[in-house]
């Protein structure tokens, strides 16, 4: 893991419960800035939260680029064929 990403993951880490804690926001990751850096990624459900969430975070990345993904409302899928029983 280089060092960049390893800080990143660091940041998030230490951030995460204030980052979940930011209205609209579903979750949260590392990526890819759009410069081909590394940037912390926060999910949220709709357009509409993305200044808010922007907003909210200033001063939590600790100078990582943020990068908020519209994604929509998330929930978990059925897996069939797994498990004891199938």
Do not use: C, K
Request: hydrophobic share 40%.
């Amino acid at each position: 893991m280089s060092d960049a990403v390893s800080h990143a993951a660091e940041v998030l880490e230490r951030r995460r419960e204030q980052l979940h804690a930011l209205d609209g926001v579903i979750g949260s990751g590392i990526g890819a800035s759009p410069t081909g850096g590394v940037a912390i990624q926060v999910f949220v459900r709709s357009s509409g939260d993305v200044l808010e969430v922007e907003r909210g975070a200033v001063g939590l990345l600790e100078g990582i680029p943020l990068e908020v993904v519209v994604s929509g409302d998330v929930t978990g899928a059925e897996v069939q064929g797994g498990g004891e029983d199938g």
